[in-house]
């Protein structure tokens, strides 16, 4: 058995497989994933996982190196916008690497999904709680 934080095993398995610059996204329940991308659904029930305990266990095994969030998470969810701030903010003191933040509309924001490697469904319902992570590298 694995002895590190994350034992989901289709999570694992991306982030072994990331790239520099790949992008990842972490949504609610209810944002739309695009066919073409991979799922990976988390989801059991509302709000469980959790959108920042998903955060968490990610960043506790990959090195990132930007975030994108929608304008309106901020707006409309401040506390749980508020909670990844913090938690980016210790994992730049930990890595001791800078994590560009940028932010679009949420419109943007669904076509940028496109992209991603991966999409991970979580269990969150707070409105706008989503973010794409971009892989950066531990060298």
Known sequence: MKKSTLINSDLSYLVATLGHT???TICDAGLPIPDQVTRIDLALTHGVPSFIE???VFLSESQIEGVVMAE???QVSP???QAL??????EQERTGKSIATSYVS???FKQRTQQSKAVVRTGECT???NV???AGVVF
């Open 54 to 56: 998903t955060v968490g």
């Open 22 to 24: 790949d992008e990842i």
């Open 79 to 81: 506390e749980l916008h």
């Open 72 to 74: 309106e998470f901020a």
């Open 106 to 108: 949420h419109q943007e």
């Open 127 to 129: 409105p706008y709680a």
């Open 132 to 134: 794409i992570f971009q």
């Open 85 to 90: 701030l913090v938690q980016l903010q210790q």
